[in-house]
């Protein structure tokens, strides 16, 4: 079409407004305080709220608290240099979620000399979802291929480590022939050499450099997952019964004891009833489950709960996945730290109790043992939900 | 049977991990003797005829599957366990000559008596075979 066809084309005032009002995206104006003065029929198809809430009321109503400077900032730039600005922010929906928008604005005067900025919005949600997705498999892939040299390149040095520690207590104790063979040669009272060591301190010290060494090879052979093939082991298992288990195990375990009460926690079950088996690897999915209840107890623990601590398991079936919920009342986490958490190493909890390890394998684990997805939500000061997918598909 | 009837046979390419083992099955009386490569223990196999031989997987020449592989036609007595620091699953042919997961000890062993307990039991179940 030319520019003159255009022209006539446009010419027409109900043109323009069957585009408007037939547009998927969101299209608006704003006056240079931020107040809606027009929102497109797609408002209302977008984020399901009535058009009438939005005329006459300020962005700021709709817009993330975390995300209003943002917005804020790309309204005065597109002003000040009267240029289109493009601006990603969490806009409310009408179901109480947030959505990602992107628009682009631009500033405009109307024939009533009257400056507004009018722009277009739509929903990137699912594509940033997806973005997101593809990052953490990529840092996945690169973690993986590290870890699996690491592991071989650090495991004879700690076993070196490990056993000649084993070796010293083993030499000094008056148990083994050769020993008191040699202590005569050259003439000394083992009994007394061990009494020696004892007062020196050195048999404890022995003993830390066996923990210390056993603790850096827990943490080698977590990292082991993320050079993990998905391989057979999996067995159809009654989802039910595990994630019961996994419950009285998380209650058991003397880790969570020192930190809390685990009895405390209100826990709530809501499996569905019609679950078929899920083909799984034990051992491997009780380590995931444990890792999540394990973070949810720790963050209600540390953070002032002004409500009964809670933790809802539920099972659901959807689109040939099995969809386990894990859901807390903790205090959440901010975007930021959503964003990292499958990081290895990443940690926000105090340096030497945690590796920051337990999210990153339970990730490896359902991604590349199960082929399955690992998803969270959460709202600083509400809570966070992990959702665990498993296809009910064994491996193809 | 008494551990200075055992004889063990221990392959790894690297230095420190034979000694801190054999100083250890030493202690306990065992017999041991060690290879620092598949080639130099496929030499001696057949003279030494440990009743257990213990190989790392990835070892600098013929990696530790294939030496077990060999090692067992010329020493079919012999119990073998594969020492390794990486996840690993048994290959069909180690499976056909007998092996199960117990026979893959996971690098780095924390306590040595459990590979005491093992080399036994290995001893034990290879002499009745
Ligand atoms: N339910 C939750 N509520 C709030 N924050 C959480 C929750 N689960 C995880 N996190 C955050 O994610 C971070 C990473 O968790 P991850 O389990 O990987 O490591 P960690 O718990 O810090 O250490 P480790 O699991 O090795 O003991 C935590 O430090 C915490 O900041
Ligand atoms: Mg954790």
Redesign the interface.
Known sequence: MSAKSAEIFFKSESRYRTLVENSCDIIFSLDTEGNFTFVSHAWKTVLGHDRGDAVGHNFRKFIHPEDIPRYETSIMTALQTNSAQEVTYRIHHADGSWRWHTSRGTPHVDENGVLTVIGMAYDVTERLRIEEIMTQTEKMIMISGMAAGMAHEINNPLGAILQHAQNIERRVSTGIPANLKAAAEVGVDLDLVRAYLQKRGIFDFIGHIRTAGMRASVIISNMLYFSRRSESGAEYIDLSALLDRVLELAGTDYHLKKKYDFRRIDLQRDYAADLPLVPLVVAELEQVLLNIIHNAAQAMAGAAMRREPRITLRTRLSEGMVLIEIEDNGPGMDEATRLRIFEPFFSTKEVGVSTGLGLSVAYAIVTKGHRGAIEVQSRPGEGSCFTVKLPLQGKA | MHNADIRVLLVDD?E??RD??T??LE?EGFIVQSAASAEEALETIAAIRPAVCISDL?LTGMNGERFIVKAHSLCPATVYLLHT???Y?LSDELREIGMTADDVL???????SKLVNKIKQSAAAGRTV
């Not at chain 2, 996971?106 to 040595?112: C, G, Q, S, V």
């Open positions: 690297e420190i991990i801190c083992i100083a250890y202690d990835r620091g990486t996840l699953s996971l690098k780095p062993i924390h306590d040595l």
